[in-house]
Nanobody, 122 residues
Framework: QVQLVESGGGLVQTGGSLRLSCAYS????????MGWFRQAPGEQRDFVAA???????DYTNSVKGRFTISRDNTSNILYLQMNSLKPEDTAIYYC????????????????WGQGTQVTVSS
């Protein structure tokens, strides 16, 4: 049974940091691209960051220089280090796995977690 389980969300003040984790199991994800998406209230789910099996990364412009994606294939954990958080980062954050042709294409990710809430207060 494939499982992706996010953790690490919470409430933080503007300028603070959080590290999200996504523990994945039930499948061999070594050859998959792993990504993070987020969905703010009333908005569509948007791409945040992704890392390919080769280690290449991509980020949406609004988080470049502030967020860092990484993965530990030994422990089967995907991370998202989030620094200098802003109120506009408030959203439910989802991890996902797939083999997308384009890293930011949500529909090409096959497996999804249930999400973890991140709230940044002003």
């Amino acid at each position: 049974q494939v499982q992706l389980v996010e953790s690490g969300g919470g409430l933080v003040q503007t300028g603070g940091s959080l590290r999200l984790s996504c523990a994945y199991s039930g499948h061999t994800f070594t050859h998959y691209t792993m990504g993070w998406f987020r969905q703010a209230p009333g908005e569509q789910r948007d791409f945040v960051a992704a890392q390919t099996m080769y280690g290449a990364t991509d980020y949406t412009n609004s988080v470049k220089g502030r967020f860092t994606i990484s993965r530990d294939n030994t422990s089967n954990i995907l991370y998202l280090q989030m620094n200098s958080l802003k109120p506009e980062d408030t959203a439910i954050y989802y991890c996902a796995a797939g083999v997308p042709r384009s890293l930011d294409r949500e529909t090409e990710y096959v497996y999804w977690g249930q999400g973890t809430q991140v709230t940044v207060s002003s």
